[in-house]
Structure formats: C-alpha cells, structure tokens
C-alpha cells in the first residue's frame, strides 16, 4: 500500500527549511511539524527547572511530560533556546520520549510536512518526498541575524557564526540521529537564493516525487 504523502524538510540552522517547509505545507494544504520546537521547549524547559542540560535522564524526564500545547512560548523562538536544544538533543533518551509524538504525525493518512535534522533518515524514512536544506555557513548566520533582530534580540553577527558552526558540529557528530541528508533526500543548496526561488525550486523537487508517489 502507498504510505501517506510526508514530505521530509531536513538540514541545518538557518538553512531557509523552516520557510520552505511552511511553504510546501501551504501549497499541499498538509499540517507541519517543527519538530526543532520539541527539542527547543525541552532545553527551555529544563533550564527554568534548574536542570543540568547534559544530565540525560533530568532532560528526558522534562521531554515525557511535554504537551503539543506547551509550545507556543515565544522564549523557545531564541538564541539560547537553539544552543539548549541542541544540548538536549544529543541524548537517546530525550530523542525516544519525542518519538511517539513525531511518528503520529509522520503518520496521518492526509500527509503532513515534517520539519527538522533526522526526519528523512530516523522519523519517517519511507517518505515518498525527502528535500535536505543548506547553505553556507556565512550566509545562514546573516539570515538568523536578521530574524533575532527582528524578534527584538541584539546579538551580533560574528557569535551568531559561531554558534552556527558549534551547532552544525554538535548535530552532525552526536551518535545518535546525526544531522544528515537521507540517501534518497534531494539536496537543495539555498546560498544563492531568495526566500521565492528557494520555495520554487523545493516545489519542483516535491512535484517531482508526488509524480512518482501517485504513479506507485
Ligand atoms: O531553526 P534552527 O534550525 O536553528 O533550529 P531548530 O530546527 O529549531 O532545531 C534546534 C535544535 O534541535 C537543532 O540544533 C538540533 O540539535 C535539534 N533538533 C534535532 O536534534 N532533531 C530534530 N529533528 C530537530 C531539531
């Protein structure tokens, strides 16, 4: 049987994923999961709890209890939310407890836009439309100082670089679920692009496997 039309959006911060995905969402009238957010809320969350973020079982422990309600905090939309998420998201236990919450989503008989590091390789790995997002390091970290700026945090462009550069590090070396693009991901290389071309050209990627998918 044909599984459910997911179309997987993974790659690095501030690689353009997150606006192609709400975009390809839009085109497709599918339901999106950021799941960054999970991980985002989790680190939040057990920095205000006074957690240890390198303690797997305290952060995993925050993970269990976590509601798809208790994600709509603008405080999990910061710099040190990304940095606290990639913390947490480098232990098994904390990726298992956010498990069950992902795979209901990847499968919804309607389809659905998933958004993050490991859907393509870990979360859904028979989607029939899989897209890996980059850019180049100098270029993402322009791009996520405009958008900090825009939410109101001052933080300057050289840390904003090095933030990038210790996350791609942290994401794409943990053991488990390693940032990556899946075998069959289409690469989409977003340096040289606007917001529309980067939509246009993922839209012509996912046309391309929903071909595929409807002729299977
Ligand atoms: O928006 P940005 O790409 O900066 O971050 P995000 O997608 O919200 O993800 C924040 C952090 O969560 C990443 O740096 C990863 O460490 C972690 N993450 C993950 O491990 N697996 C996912 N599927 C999504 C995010």
């Given at each position: 049987m044909r599984p459910p039309f997911v179309i997987t959006v993974d790659g690095p911060a501030a690689s353009g994923k997150g606006t192609v995905a709400a975009g390809l969402a839009a085109v497709y009238g599918l339901a999106m999961l950021d799941s960054g957010l999970l991980y985002r809320?989790?680190?939040?969350?057990?920095?205000?709890?006074?957690?240890?973020?390198?303690?797997?079982?305290?952060?995993?422990?925050?993970?269990?209890?976590?509601?798809?309600?208790?994600?709509?905090d603008p405080a999990f939309r910061t710099r040190g939310a990304g940095e606290a998420a990639s913390r947490v998201a480098v232990h098994p236990a904390v990726r298992l407890a956010l498990r069950d919450l992902q795979l209901a989503f990847a499968r919804r008989p309607e389809g659905a836009v998933l958004d993050g590091r490991d859907q393509g390789t870990v979360i859904c790995p028979e989607a029939p439309a899989k897209l890996y997002v980059t850019a180049a390091p100098g270029v993402r970290a322009e791009r996520r100082w405009k958008q900090l700026q825009a939410?109101?945090?001052?933080?300057?462009?050289?840390?904003?670089?090095?933030?990038?550069v210790k996350r791609d590090e942290r994401d794409g070396s943990r053991a488990d679920s390693p940032m990556r693009p899946a075998a069959d991901a289409v690469l989409l290389d977003t340096s040289?692009?606007?917001?529309?071309?980067?939509?246009?050209?993922?839209?012509?990627?996912?046309e391309a496997a929903r071909a595929r998918w409807e002729a299977s």
């Open positions: 809320a989790v680190g939040v969350l057990a920095e205000r709890a006074g957690l240890d973020l390198d303690n797997a079982e305290a952060a995993a422990g925050i993970a269990r209890r976590l509601r798809a309600e208790d994600l709509g939410q109101g945090e001052a933080v300057g462009y050289d840390e904003i670089l090095a933030d990038i040289q692009m606007t917001i529309e071309q980067a939509a246009d050209a993922a839209r012509r990627i996912v």
